[in-house]
């Protein structure tokens, strides 16, 4: 995989929505410059709902030009930088198509893609769309969220280099779609032989599919 980052986002602004929390982070919008990478995400970069967004396991959040660009045929409608929620747009980098826990270097931090995004009603409500989360969920469009290894600094250019590449075989999207059984299992056993971190959230999803045989 070979591509670059085109923007880096961070929230502009808390937004409004329905719910326990009565607001959220995210409207994210691009920045210009070096922005600073730590353990728990982008500097300057918040998530309203930490029980469901944000920490270790979903500290960066990266989405492909190439599936906004499908989205946005589908739609009928530009989709900015940034209108996922998304903290990293990246072009040339098969960001669905990535195996769990491979590991990325982008700029002077390190990454590792640590799990999937389980779109919720906020991202329905913000992006005014009819059965969005349903829609969303069937496309298999995903992206992926990503564990920081090394703290740095990314910025807009910025190449993203696979370092390494767990064995098991199961992607993004495929993880997204199915969860099955069988990728579980093989999620666990490759997590088992020290190729990736398992982390609290994707640890529930392995055990309820495993839950589900």
């Given at each position: ?51 469901h967004h944000g920490g270790e396991e979903k500290a960066v959040y990266v989405y492909a030009d190439e599936s906004m660009t499908r989205w946005e045929s589908e739609l ?138």
């Amino acid at each position: 995989m070979s591509g670059r980052v085109l923007a880096v986002c961070v929230v502009a602004q808390l937004t409004s929505v329905r719910g326990r929390v009565g607001v959220s982070g995210i409207d994210k919008r691009p920045v210009d410059g070096p922005v600073k990478v730590r353990d728990l995400g982008l500097f300057g970069d918040l998530q309203a709902d930490r029980a469901h967004h944000g920490g270790e396991e979903k500290a960066v959040y990266v989405y492909a030009d190439e599936s906004m660009t499908r989205w946005e045929s589908e739609l009928g409608r530009e989709l900015p930088h940034g209108h996922f929620g998304e903290n990293l747009r990246t072009r040339g980098v098969a960001v669905d198509d990535a195996i769990v826990g491979e590991r990325w270097r982008i700029g002077t931090a390190e990454f590792q893609v640590s799990t999937v995004r389980n779109p919720c009603s906020t991202f329905e409500q913000w992006m005014g769309e009819p059965r969005w989360v349903k829609r969303f969920q069937q496309s298999g469009l995903c992206g992926a969220y990503l564990r920081v290894l090394r703290p740095g600094a990314v910025e807009a250019g910025d190449d993203v280099e696979v370092l390494s590449r767990p064995g098991h075989g199961v992607t993004v999207s495929q993880w997204f779609v199915e969860r099955s059984a069988a990728d579980a299992r093989a999620l666990l056993a490759s997590a088992g032989a020290g190729e990736f971190v398992v982390g609290e959230r994707l640890r529930a999803h392995i055990e309820s599919a495993l839950g589900r045989a």
